[in-house]
C-alpha cells in the first residue's frame, strides 16, 4: 500500500487496539502479544504502522474516510430565569 505518509489519527489508534482486543478474545493473541501491540498501536505515527500490527489477523483495522463519523455532543440547553417574578411573589 502507498500510505506510508499518511498520518493516524488517535481514533484510527483506538479502532487498531479495538481489532486487536478482539483478536485476543478470540484466542489469536497471547497476553503478551496483545499488551505489546497495544502499546505499538498508541506509539504509532502512520496508517502503515498501525497496519503492520493487524496484518495477520482476519479483521482489518477500520482507518480514515471508513471510521464511523462521531455523534456531536450534545449542547445543553440553557434555563430559562424569568425576568419577571410570578405573579405570588409580586407585590401590590
Known amino acids: ?41 498508541y506509539a504509532s505515527k502512520t496508517w502503515s504502522d498501525l497496519r503492520e500490527l493487524t496484518g495477520d489477523l482476519p479483521v482489518e483495522p477500520v482507518l480514515g474516510a471508513d471510521l464511523p463519523q462521531r455523534q456531536p455532543h450534545p449542547v445543553p440547553v440553557a434555563q430559562v430565569v424569568p425576568s419577571v417574578p410570578p405573579a405570588a411573589a409580586r407585590r401590590p
Open 1 to 41: 500500500m502507498t500510505d506510508r505518509p499518511i498520518r493516524a489519527s488517535d481514533r484510527e489508534r483506538e479502532s487498531v487496539v479495538d481489532v486487536l482486543r478482539d483478536a485476543y478474545t478470540d484466542g489469536r493473541l497471547t497476553l503478551d502479544e496483545f499488551e505489546e501491540r497495544t502499546s505499538a498501536a
